[in-house]
């Protein structure tokens, strides 16, 4: 690997950063989080929760139909209903506003009304602006739409075949996108194997369903003509032009305000609808609106489902278990629209080969467009489908040889020693000891001992069965994998950076100001404060982390793709490099030591080895900012620095796509086990043992990763065997609220027990890899696992997911038919 | 999802309520709220007047009567049921039933009366009444009249009850000493609305043979489905009666769903059934 | 619109007075007449349980109770919980210690329902115990283990 590919700020970033024999103080302490405090007190803070003076309130009318033409709109009983100031409809949108952002190709068109037909249920036909929500829905109702139903196409593969309707007339085909990666020589590698074994899989429609929904508030100034749209949306400043182009304004007349999201899990991620919206809503009346989606519309029209997938997998492997070939092709039920085009696939191609040494793949997508909601992201953003899948062909090879389901992993196993790896789609891995995590989980679970209680289990008539896999987990994606889909891409961004402001105030604190996201379930605050206490040695407690707004915002792209944690401590720790060369040329003349004989320490800087010569934080301030002719001749006043930090290792794609470039190469991993017992008559389960070990590289703060593998362990077993948001014939969504949408409760969830290995990266600031989704990657394939092999006596293989109650009774009752 | 407007009275005796619910159509009760507020937020259901019971005095409560019948006044908070050391002592299926129904937070509000007469094909309650041969007292402007509880449901969501009449109380009879009771239930989470339950008692003479049996399922038909037991009497309840509960339930069709099928429900209703059966007989044989 | 009815109640200890329509639920009138919002709302049809307070010292949806059935009732929310200057009470303060929460938006519920089941378990029962209680109020960040810690840890004090 050509390290000179890496940035060379990053570069010099995490050389100043790696590991020394000397322990870190901060980082790695599993601190308390910075955040709670507010939280706790029940002063969050989030959207819904702040109220501008005059401010109004928005409710909407969905589509009963999936696909129709709108007839006719009449809103003349709304309108004359008391407290309701505007009645919004496509029309008021086709006039003065343009449509939304997408990053799909072809005339794929969303307003964020619908103007001329409808292309899913649920989706906004009509808005109520009104002195109350109550009145706003009151209003609603009032409101009559005609509409023409139109054939409905719901079945992506009929979607693909002559004399379907279109979802999109201008398109003139269902198919949005369809092409075929081959990276090595597949079909020889097919030929030459000894064995292969082929899988029809589907994973389904689930959405990451935060407790707290999307919502807005629109507050156009007319006197200043700014508009400032406070969102709970992640990732503003990325986009924030092109939310300004919707709205048909300049982006220096926007303004966007980051709000506390109770959770995103993805369906935050790029966020742009709601807040163009109320921000849409807010220029028409002139005064503040308020639009929150209710659960209902958060369910049928909030543009950010997850993936819904049909494959056609195969492997290819020899009789001694190694892996040979990856093919796999999938059908991708995108709904009506394409915003962030087919990045979810890219996801896949980043770890498509998992942890193991295959040499050869051929990766082939078709997007479909189907008459149901948008897919969006969610946490894992297309490489959990993937894992599954992989994870599935590799528990199907280790049957048909009949060989033990950690020895054939174990055999193909990537070897320590061999990093940073190249994969054949091009991404690299970076780092990475994968024999070292398989060995930590088998001891952490004794192994053994599950092994020989399921056999006794089974002996008695139980039904006892264990799980056991790998993940990989990429993190920090590059923008490339946003258009190296394409041939002839349009636009061809290389940039996500990340940057923070440090600043030290004349009294000595540290304040630090983050530039494209606020809180919502991460940990920024507490991550920088950690960083920062590393780097100054103070107290975390007492560093003050503030958001900008976006009109004061440097560049950055936010959270989404695991980046967050090790774009920001780069960011911050460049600024604090920065300032640090400051404080130490200060307090060299002020303490007449050369400045290698400085050290940070105990708040402030002193004289390595002569405890009493130390100078504070805000000893050195106060010289920075008040006594100017103290200082250097050639240095300016006060104590700031800003740091933008790009993507540390990025390269493009090649012309003819069989390499894709690296695009994703912070790459952890991880393994867990879990043993569940069935009950084969009704179909429910229970967990004995669950037990994961992940390798995240250096890690910040322990508690606060295992917070996020449990929390991701959880919902990917929301998604292997409780959720799926289900349509009916007609494409109306059945289960739109919690009665019928399942989230794991407290009793359903398995107690963990959460390992760690860190093997550093060498690019990135301290060696932190990512370590938000890995959670989620595994829960469906060990699920998977665990429920075929505890159902084994049925020979069951499991290859749809969720595994339903009723699913399972099947399979034990047709076999105990037979 | 705000409720449509609605005018609102919260009567103070049990005779304004009735003379409320009296005066005209559109008037709906509200009691415990745990089923009636989601569907006035969705707007399926626009009473013109809400009349809310919870501050009427004297219909909540347990009390035992001389011969050891348990009265529930319909308002009854169904946690005060499990909370209750009469209904432990007196009918045990009362609380292995409504164990299942909802969390301690919708229990401290819903209440006895109010399950019942919503009548959802899930509740955990309709299926107690109705093998405990439950009486239904209801009340009306125009009088009071008893309905046994084997004859109170018609149907999902449907009852007897007329739009003008009250649920006032539930009085069933105190079970036999040596009684036990069972209750199993399958649901897509933990308390989520049943899929499908069993609801069981056994009665046990000193010997260990069985003198009086219910069992009673629920979402295999349209209302609470009572299986003829009566073959158990006498016997002394062997794990051969699987055969007996299929046979039993072998005319019934339960309806799809959108979470299970009705097959699903035939086939898991008879584990279920033997389940509850096997648990309230062992609860007999070790009560005093 | 239906007329406005008054309602007085006492809120975190102190009385306090507002109008509502019969239809406008406690959650509502707390958050938006009271200003109180530490109560949130998530599915808005008692499923979630993120919205629950404690009404004369149970927990209740206060999605699923209109605020004129509050009238005369004390009702307790998650801004009761902590000291009048801000400190945060024991079982804030091992949530905060046992990583208890991540968006902190179903929080003041699991507090307020972690606070009953303390009251009613002083010594902290049993994990499947403190599982059962917290089962009706949904969290979608932290797969429950770290709140359960906090409850258990939290035990045996004053909450």
Known sequence: ?818 | ?288 | MSDRLVVRLEVNGMPREGLAEPRRTLADFLRDDLDLTGTHVACENGFCGNCNVLVDGETVRACLMFAVQADGRAVTTVEGLAEPNGTLGRLQQAFHDNHGLQCGFCTPAMLLTAHEYLEAHPDGGTDEQIRDAISGVICRCTGYQHIVDSIRAAAGGAT
């Open chain 1, 1 to 818: 690997m050509n390290i000179a590919e890496q940035d060379p700020n990053a570069a010099k970033v995490a050389r100043e950063t790696a590991g020394t024999d000397k322990p870190r103080r901060w980082l790695g302490k599993s601190l308390n989080r910075v955040e709670d405090p507010r939280f706790l007190r029940g002063q969050g803070r989030y959207l819904d929760d702040i109220k501008l003076p005059g401010m109004l309130h928005a409710a909407v009318v969905g589509s009963p139909h999936a696909h129709a033409k709108i007839v006719s709109i009449d809103t003349s009983k709304a309108e004359a209903l008391p407290g309701v100031v505007r009645v919004v409809t496509g029309k008021d949108v086709a006039e003065h506003a343009a449509p939304l952002p997408s990053f799909g190709a072809g005339p794929i068109v969303q307003d964020m009304i619908a103007i001329e037909k409808v292309r899913h249920y649920g989706e906004t036909v009509a808005a109520v602006i009104a002195e109350d929500r109550y009145i706003a829905e009151d209003a609603c109702e009032l409101i009559e739409v005609v509409y023409e139903p139109l054939p409905v196409v719901l079945d992506p593969v009929a979607a693909r075949e002559d004399g379907s309707a279109f979802v999109h007339d201008a398109l003139g085909t269902n198919t949005a996108y369809e092409r075929t990666f081959t990276f090595g020589e597949v079909d020889q590698a097919f030929e030459d194997a000894d064995r292969s074994i082929t899988a029809d899989l589907y994973w389904p429609r689930s959405t990451g369903m935060p407790m707290d929904t999307n919502g807005a508030i629109g507050d156009y100034d007319p006197g200043s003509g700014v508009v400032t749209i406070h969102a709970n949306s992640m990732n503003f400043t990325y986009f924030l032009w092109l939310i300004a182009g919707s709205l048909k304004i300049p982006a220096s007349k926007l303004r966007l305000v980051p709000v506390p999201a109770g959770g995103s899990f993805g369906s935050k991620f790029f966020m742009h609808k709601v807040p163009t919206f109320a921000g849409f809503l807010s220029m028409l009346v002139g005064k503040p609106v308020k639009y929150v989606e209710d659960r209902r519309t958060h369910i049928t029209n909030n543009d950010h489902c997850g993936s819904d997938r049909r494959y056609e997998a195969s492997l290819a492997f020899d009789d001694d278990g190694e892996f040979k070939a990856l093919r796999i092709s999938c059908i991708d039920d995108y709904g009506a629209y394409l915003q962030f085009g087919t990045g979810t696939h890219g996801n896949a191609l980043s770890q498509i080969v998992g942890p193991y040494r295959i040499q050869h793949v051929e990766y082939s997508l078709a997007a479909v467009l189907t008459n149901k909601n948008q897919q969006g992201a969610y946490r894992g953003f297309g490489a959990e489908v993937s894992n599954w899948i992989l994870e599935r062909l590799v528990d199907m090879a280790a049957r048909d040889l009949d060989l033990d389901r950690v020895e054939i992993r174990r055999r193909n196993l990537i070897p320590a020693g061999s990093f940073p790896y190249r994969t054949p789609t091009g991404n690299i891995y970076d780092s990475g000891n994968y024999q070292g995590v398989l060995a930590k989980v088998l001891e952490e679970v004794d192994y053994d001992y599950w092994v020989d209680y399921r056999e006794k289990a089974r002996a008695e008539g139980r039904h006892v069965g264990i799980g056991i896999v790998a993940s990989q987990e990429r993190s920090v994606f590059s923008s490339t994998e946003f258009w190296f889909w394409f041939d002839d891409p349009q636009f061809t961004p290389t940039s996500s950076p990340e940057s923070a402001s440090v600043r030290i105030d004349p009294t000595g604190e540290i304040i630090v100001t983050l530039h494209s996201q606020s809180m919502w379930g991460n940990s920024p605050e507490t991550v920088v404060s950690q960083v920062v206490a590393e780097e100054f040695d103070v107290d975390p407690a007492s560093v003050v982390v503030n958001y900008a707004d976006s009109q004061n915002a440097l560049p950055g792209t936010g959270p989404g793709g695991s980046r967050y944690t090790v774009m920001v401590s780069g960011a911050v720790a460049g600024a604090a490099s920065e300032l640090k060369d400051k404080i130490r040329r200060i307090a060299s003349d002020k303490l007449e030591v050369a400045e290698a004989d400085l050290e940070f320490r105990d708040g402030g800087v002193g004289v390595v080895g002569v405890p009493d010569r130390h100078l504070t934080l805000a000893d050195i301030a106060l010289t920075a900012y008040m006594f100017r002719l103290d200082l250097p001749p050639d240095m300016p006043s006060g104590l700031a620095a800003q740091s933008t930090y790009d993507h540390p290792l990025t390269t493009l794609p090649n012309a003819d796509r069989s390499d894709l470039g690296i695009f994703y190469p912070f790459v952890g991993h991880a393994w867990h086990i879990a043993v569940v017992e069935v009950d084969a008559e009704t179909g429910s389960f229970e967990f004995l043992r669950y037990a994961a070990v992940h390798d995240a590289g250096t890690i910040v703060n322990p508690r606060t990763l295992d917070g996020q593998v449990i929390g991701g362990t959880v919902q990917g077993l929301g998604t292997a065997m409780f959720e799926e948001i289900l349509y009916d014939a007609e494409g109306r969504v059945r289960n739109a609220s919690f009665e019928h949408y399942h989230l794991p409760s407290s009793m359903d969830v398995p107690v963990m027990t959460v390992g760690h290995q860190e093997t550093p990266s060498p690019y990135t600031a301290y060696g932190i890899k990512g370590a938000g989704e890995g959670g989620r990657m595994l829960t469906p394939a060990i699920m998977s696992a665990a429920i075929e092999d505890a159902l084994w006596r049925f020979g069951v293989t499991v290859t749809s997911l969720p595994i339903s109650a009723e699913q399972i009774v099947e399979w034990a009752s047709s076999a105990s038919d037979v």
């Open chain 2, 1 to 288: 999802m705000k409720a449509a407007p609605f005018a609102y009275r919260a009567p103070e005796t049990l005779d304004e309520a009735l003379s409320l619910l009296a005066a005209g159509d559109g008037a709906c009760v509200l009691a415990g709220g745990q089923s009636l507020v989601p569907l006035l937020k969705a707007r399926v259901v626009k009473p013109t007047l809400v009349v809310d019971v919870n501050r009427v005095p004297g219909i909540d409560g347990i009390e035992t009567e001389a011969n050891g019948t348990l009265r529930i006044g319909a308002l009854t908070r169904q946690q005060t049921l499990l909370d209750s050391e009469a209904a432990r002592a007196r009918q045990p299926l009362l609380q292995a039933a409504g164990r299942f129904a909802g969390y301690l937070a919708t229990r401290h509000r819903g209440t006895v009366g109010g399950s019942l007469a919503f009548a959802a094909p899930w509740a955990e309650l309709t299926a107690a009444v109705v093998a405990l041969d439950a009486q239904l007292e209801i009340r009306s402007a125009d009088g009071e009249r008893t309905v046994a509880a084997r004859a109170f449901f018609t149907g999902p969501y449907q009852t007897v009850l007329e739009p003008h009449e009250l649920l006032t109380s539930v009085r069933i009879p105190a079970a036999a000493a040596r009684t036990g009771a069972g209750f199993h239930e399958v649901s897509a989470r933990y308390r989520d609305f049943a899929r499908v339950a069993a609801g069981a008692t056994v009665t046990l003479d000193d010997a260990g043979t069985c003198t009086a049996a219910e069992l009673v399922l629920l979402r295999v038909a349209s209302t609470p489905y009572r299986v003829d037991v009566s073959h158990l009497v006498g016997t002394s309840i062997g794990e051969s009666e699987r055969a007996a509960v299929v046979e039993s339930l072998a005319g019934i069709e339960p309806e799809d769903d959108i979470e299970v099928s009705g097959a699903y429900r035939k086939r898991v209703a008879v584990t279920l059934a033997l389940r509850a059966l096997h648990d309230a007989r062992e609860k007999a044989s070790v009560a005093a």
